[in-house]
């Protein structure tokens, strides 16, 4: 909200929120749609959106003046674009769900909100309508923080009816916080999988003069209408610039900075591809083929959510591991120290994780553990508390990322017995695993 003598110094000057203007403070000059005041913001303030994208806050004071170099509207709105199928272009799925790429400026609030159609967005990108004929799919419109094992449930299912509907491959849109615990989901629940199925989003709006939305997008299109894989993938933003994106195995991929366009890397793997806008793909990885022998896409979305995933720290109480088995839970991943360690002989002997992990595998739950280093596997041989760890009836999830862990935890408890659960969990099954440790080029997954 501006202060009351902004808000008349606009009134008097015709100006209102949304206006393209052109603001002076002495001898400095701003440009831009003129934005709302948040709650938190200086209400003395003027907020300017300039060219680039980028908010700019410009101090109100005695010299301040404003012109309008065009009116604008209470509330930004993009345009749409309809899609029609052109001759000689593989027909693929673009499913919608929500996210950063799918966003505008909300000018009442000043921050952004999701677009109500996927349209609006293909009219950003007209390229894609020379690379592939695009069926849109508005599946759902969330933030992925809010996504649970139902939404992923639904992806699925939305995947193989427009795989075997005909697609070449499928683009799911999706906010990027959550994005790998979606890709690693589908990659076990799309069976008979012979496509590539993408997904990718933003780190920013596409309002923005930054945004990745439009670059991530086509090069996805290009991995999913011309690359010849059978996976389950996220594409982002390779590095900072506008060069390629990487197409990262979905049980490998994680989101490792909250802002950077290059946020995503694969652990303790290679990039599968790497794809550039103009077409091109370099293969960087072994990945399953796509055959020309055709079966029918299964979507198997049972999934068992009384599975959770927690630290062990300085300090940590075991009670949690208590708390869990108390409540019912039928499984546990732990992000151990180092090579899977928990507390195990500390000077407070009822701070030791071991007993607590006795009695909740005991009680029937399966407990995993992966290492909070991420890079690197876990490994039972090293230390006697690790013996002992493991000799207590803990899986140790190789060189599992802790996310992926407990997806597959909560995939195979909702399709196996609990035997069978256990037996699998340190198994490789969609990539998950890979059978030697990786040392080369941890940041970019290429040599």
């Known amino acids: 909200m501006y202060s009351e003598t902004i808000t008349r110094f606009l009134r008097a000057n015709g100006i209102k929120v949304g206006d393209e203007v052109e603001l002076r403070n002495g001898k400095s000059a701003f440009e831009g749609i003129l934005m ?18 980028y908010n700019v806050g410009v101090k109100m004071d005695k010299d301040s003046k404003i012109r309008v170099l065009k009116s604008g509207e209470r509330e930004f709105s993009f345009p749409s674009a ?35 159609k996927p349209e609006e967005l293909l009219f950003e990108v007209p390229e894609l309508s020379g690379i592939a004929n695009i069926d849109v799919r508005d599946l759902m419109h969330m933030a992925s923080e809010d996504m649970a094992h139902m939404e992923w449930g639904a992806i699925a299912k939305e995947v193989a009816d427009s795989l075997n509907g005909g697609a070449r491959g499928a683009i799911i849109t999706h906010g990027t916080d959550t994005m790998h615990f979606t890709s690693a989901a589908l990659s076990f629940m799309l069976q008979n999988l012979n496509a590539p199925v993408v997904l990718t989003g933003a780190q920013r709006s596409s309002d923005r003069g930054s945004s990745d939305a439009f670059m991530n997008l086509i090069c996805s299109s290009y991995i999913a209408t011309r690359s010849d894989i059978a996976e389950v993938g996220i594409c982002m933003h390779e590095d900072s610039s506008d060069t390629s994106c990487s197409f990262i195995r979905g049980t490998k991929a994680r989101k490792m900075h909250t802002s950077r366009r290059d946020a995503f890397k694969p652990v303790n793997d290679r ?71 928990v507390p195990v002989e500390p000077s407070m002997k009822e701070n030791s994780w071991l007993p607590a992990i006795k009695d909740a595998i005991g009680s029937g739950m399966v407990v995993g553990m992966t290492s909070q280093c ?17 000799g207590a009836g803990v899986v140790y999830c190789e060189d599992m990322t802790p996310e992926t862990a407990y997806v597959k935890l909560g995939f195979l408890l909702g399709n196996r017995t609990r035997k069978e ?21 941890a940041e970019t997954g290429f040599d």
Do not use: C, W
């Open 271 to 341: 990039q599968i591809a790497r794809a550039f806008p103009n077409g091109k793909i370099e293969y960087a990885n072994d990945y399953r083929h796509a055959s020309e022998k055709k079966q029918k896409v299964i979507a198997n979305t049972k999934f068992e959510p009384k599975v959770a995933l927690i630290s062990a720290y300085p300090n940590s109480n075991p009670d949690i591991v208590g708390y869990y088995a108390g409540k019912g839970y039928k499984g546990l991943i732990i992000e151990g120290t180092g090579l899977g360690h």
């Open 421 to 441: 659960a256990e037996g699998l969990l340190g198994k490789n099954i969609a990539g998950e695993i890979t059978e030697r440790s990786r040392i080369d080029s």
């Open 374 to 390: 991420l890079y690197g596997r876990v490994n039972t041989n090293v230390y006697r508390n690790l013996r002992r760890i493991s």
């Open 36 to 53: 709302p005041q948040t709650e938190t913001g200086d209400p003395d303030s003027f907020v300017i959106k300039l060219k680039n994208g």
């Open 82 to 116: 309809k899609t029609s199928a052109r001759k000689g272009l593989e027909k693929i799925a673009l499913i919608y769900t929500g996210g950063t790429i799918g966003s505008k400026v909300d000018y009442s609030t000043g921050g952004v909100y999701m677009l109500t």
